[in-house]
């Protein structure tokens, strides 16, 4: 039973293949999507069929939802049925829009005659600016957290060693910015994003990531596509190029070794013998794939709430007050809901948001829009859950071709499509992004707002 109900997975993948051909925008929500589904949901899930495959993970509570049965199927056939449900909510219409939602048309194929190529150089400069106040904010963080070597060397408590960077992690996010002002100069001249970007990139994304991986993914993912959109059309054959299979293999070794960064005497391993901690890091890709997918916390909170009560919403209340410092709050509930879902997997069973941070586990593991629209409102929220988010996939990629892909509507639609879910951290960090990078904008812009044709 276990081994048929997990095929169901594919359907999803199969669906798209008989139907993709008329998205021709490669980076269309659908596409996106059913990538990102590919990557996250379906591998791991044809991982778990085998329950031997279990055995690497050290939380017996987690271990024990992947085992059941039950529990695994059920979890495939809500996560089947999502997937349809985002993929009708992309197509429901939020708001005005006169454009045909499979249209594909770059900016630069369009519109590049009309760029002002001298006019694109101040963007150049105004990206130096504002890469250097996030380098600032970047050294007073580390000062904070006991030294760039310290902190470095210490990844695995990296959430409790930021807990109280309130103010500077606001201008944190500015080195990211300024790496895409930069790139959005090149608008209309076709260059290319020679080494000195990427290594910008590189150096950018860790430290806006404070070591995580994720961050410099995002930033990797705005720079192809403000490429893409605004500059030159990204042609999938490059791709097979030597140096670009070179820098996927590259960007998979960062991801190994990052992962085993965050482990207890890690670090000391790395500069006593680089070369054996590398080799003895790495893993198959799909083992990688697996131990990277959230879907085993997903399977965790539908196990735990077979015989808890749901929340009810309660988890958002950290929305309300998360804009307060916690040194003016110590005691306020958490903004990363992850929180509450961590402490279960330690096996405690009395929580029940608001919780305040120093009554948790002090780490977490993600919610997302299944793990928290199941833990607040069970069946009904997730599904509808997975509809609203739907429509703000479609809706996003609707204002961007709407407004000439422009800078602020690109990386907004592309923190949507990777990183937003319906949970309270997602959902506080998509609008602090908006009101932080919309008023730079505003700022270097001389006519701006979301629905705005200039920048």
């Not at 990206?127 to 470095?152: C, D, E, H, S």
């Not at 596509?225 to 299979?245: A, E, S, V, W």
């Not at 029940?352 to 299944?370: A, Q, R």
Request: glycine share 8%.
């Amino acid at each position: 039973m276990r081994e048929i109900v997990g095929l169901f997975a594919i359907l999803p993948f199969i669906t798209w293949l008989l139907t993709h051909k008329r998205y021709k925008d490669i980076a269309a929500p659908y596409n996106l999507f059913t990538f990102l589904y590919i990557i996250n949901i379906m591998l791991p899930i044809l991982a778990y069929i085998n329950i031997d495959s279990t055995s690497t993970i050290r939380e017996s509570y987690i271990r024990k939802a992947i085992s059941s049965d039950s529990i695994f199927c059920e979890y495939v056939v809500l996560q089947t049925i999502c997937y349809y449900l985002v993929i009708f909510g992309t197509k429901l219409r939020i708001g005005k829009s006169s454009e045909n939602f499979e249209e594909y048309n770059t900016y630069s194929e369009e519109n590049v005659a009309r760029v002002n190529i001298r006019g694109q150089e101040k963007y150049k400069y105004i990206g130096i600016v504002i890469w250097a106040i996030g380098f600032v904010a970047f050294i007073k963080i580390m000062n904070q957290v006991g030294g760039i070597y310290y902190f470095f060397t210490h990844l695995q408590f990296r959430t409790s060693l930021t807990r109280d960077i309130d103010f500077w992690s606001w201008l944190l996010p500015f080195v990211d910015y300024g790496v895409l002002f930069i790139i959005y100069s090149y608008k209309g001249t076709e260059k290319r994003l020679n080494i000195k970007i990427i290594l910008l990139i590189i150096i950018s994304g860790l430290m806006s990531g404070l070591g995580g991986r994720k961050a410099l993914l995002i930033l990797f993912i705005e720079a192809l596509l403000l490429y893409h959109y605004t500059i030159k059309k990204i042609d999938i054959k490059r791709f097979f190029k030597m140096r670009y299979i070179l820098g996927v293999i590259a960007l998979y070794l960062f991801f190994v070794l990052m992962s085993k960064f965050r482990t207890e005497g890690a670090a000391e391993a790395f500069l006593q013998n680089p070369l054996a901690f590398t080799k003895d890091s790495s893993e198959g890709i799909f083992e990688t794939i697996q131990s990277e997918s959230y879907v085993s916390f997903f399977m965790t909170i539908i196990d735990y709430f077979k015989i808890h009560a749901l929340w009810l919403g309660r988890s958002f209340i950290g929305l309300i007050t998360a804009i307060i410092p916690s040194s003016l709050y110590p005691g306020k509930p958490p903004v990363d809901d992850g929180t509450y879902l961590y402490s279960i997997c330690q096996g405690r069973t009395n929580i029940i948001p608001p919780m305040s941070f120093d009554n948790l586990d002090g780490s977490s593991y993600p919610l997302e829009t299944f793990g928290s629209m199941y833990a607040n409102f069970g069946l009904v929220g997730l599904f509808v859950g997975m509809i609203v988010l739907g429509g703000i996939y479609g809706y996003a990629y609707r204002k961007m071709k709407n407004n000439s892909y422009s800078l602020f509507n690109v990386v907004i639609y592309t923190q949507i499509i990777f990183t937003f879910q319906l949970s309270t951290l997602r959902i506080f960090q998509l609008f602090e992004l908006i009101i932080v990078f919309g008023i730079i904008t505003y700022l270097c812009s001389d006519r701006f707002s979301f629905g705005g044709r200039k920048l």
